[in-house]
């Protein structure tokens, strides 16, 4: 048996660790408050929200493409569920419905514009949310619709099941349902193929169009459930879209370096949500500070994507050496095959010429 070196794990492991340091720190500068079951219900339910959005981002990205209109899109599904209840025009299940639906329907005009139109997703997606935001004051006439008083739709969210409202339970439910397809569909391996290396999927005979219009697609139907949660479980807001963006970047780059390294991935992607999550709250209740989230998230974001760019860096310095070592040592080949073609023929000359041609073939 051959011994094996003990590693911490630190290359795929890091956010549970810093987690676990977070939780001790915060335990130990804030005793009263952040160790408690409360908080752990509190962020539980609170940032469900944030990694259904960021799970609708994932799918894109595992294709290559950049869906900035997930918050646009939620805060609009959101709000047009309330508009119609409000109105007297459908019931809660109807409105659930039709958030859901017209998230889809974005996602496909995404899709459209990015394969149909050839415009690249940052650009088409940066577009399609300011084009929601104009539709959302159109709608709501730039005033906050009222509250919904229905036990059926506020239950969506808000029921308890020990201590954990049933909005965690849907995000554990999306994360299941999406890692099944990424990870365990063949959609899921063309898809990967698609953002890995788009060219050479397409000369693979993989339909990289297809999969890129059902990754926005499937992006803005998450968005859309997203919101209709998000109005279930704390009211509606005209401005909560906005702020769904930079926690599900940062969560999706930052949980590219865990669990599975360089790649795109659920659990992963929850993790980070946590993690920055922990982070926040415990500076919050530490320093009272308003702004700590906005910060603390920026930061995050920067971190993740520079970590996620050293380690793509790594990752591909050695394929350079393998390969440059691969060219000299055909290169000693060639020289010594010439050699003994030139000392072993008699006309050493015509030998040598034949014994290269044969070697580069």
């Not at 070196?5 to 009263?32: C, E, H, N, Q, T």
């Amino acid at each position: 048996m051959t011994g094996r070196k003990f590693s911490p794990g630190l290359d795929r492991f890091s956010g549970l660790y810093l987690w676990g340091l977070f939780i001790v720190l915060f335990s130990f500068m804030a005793p009263r408050t952040f160790p408690t079951m409360n908080t752990v219900h509190l962020l539980a339910s609170t940032e469900a929200i944030a990694a259904i959005v960021a799970l609708a981002l994932l799918v894109p990205m595992v294709t290559g493409q950049f869906d900035l209109s997930i918050g646009a899109i939620a805060n609009f599904s959101g709000i047009l569920a309330v508009i119609v209840q409000t109105n007297g025009l459908l019931d809660p299940v109807g409105a659930i419905l039709l958030g859901t639906a017209v998230g889809t329907v974005i996602g496909m005009l995404n899709g459209l514009i990015v394969v149909k139109l050839k415009i690249d997703s940052f650009i088409a997606t940066l577009a399609m949310g300011s084009i929601l935001e104009a539709f959302l004051v159109i709608v709501t006439n730039n005033r906050e619709p009222l509250p919904i008083d229905n036990e059926f739709f506020t239950g969506l969210t808000q029921t308890s099941i020990f201590g954990f409202q049933m909005v965690f339970f849907y995000m554990i439910i999306i994360a299941l349902i999406v890692w099944w397809l990424l990870e365990r569909t063949p959609a899921g391996r063309y898809m990967r193929a698609t953002g890995f290396d788009r060219e050479a999927a397409r000369l693979s005979g993989v339909q990289v169009d297809k999969w890129s219009f059902l990754s926005l697609t499937i992006s803005g139907t998450i968005c859309g459930f997203a919101g209709v949660l998000f109005v279930s479980l704390t009211g509606p807001s005209l401005g909560f879209g906005p702020s769904l963006l930079l926690p599900a970047f940062a969560a999706v780059f930052l949980g590219s370096t865990q669990l599975v390294p360089g790649r795109h991935n659920v659990w992963g992607t929850v993790l980070a949500i946590f993690v920055l999550a922990t982070g926040v709250q415990g500076l919050q209740l530490v320093s009272g500070a308003q702004w700590v989230a906005s910060m603390f998230n920026g930061v995050a974001l920067i971190a993740a994507v520079g970590l996620a760019v050293v380690r793509r860096k790594k990752l591909s310095r050695p394929k350079k050496e393998k390969s440059k070592g691969k060219s000299e040592g055909s290169g000693s080949l060639l020289a010594s095959t010439q050699t003994r073609g030139t000392q072993g023929s008699p006309s050493g000359h015509h030998a040598g010429q034949g014994s290269e041609k044969r070697v580069e073939v």
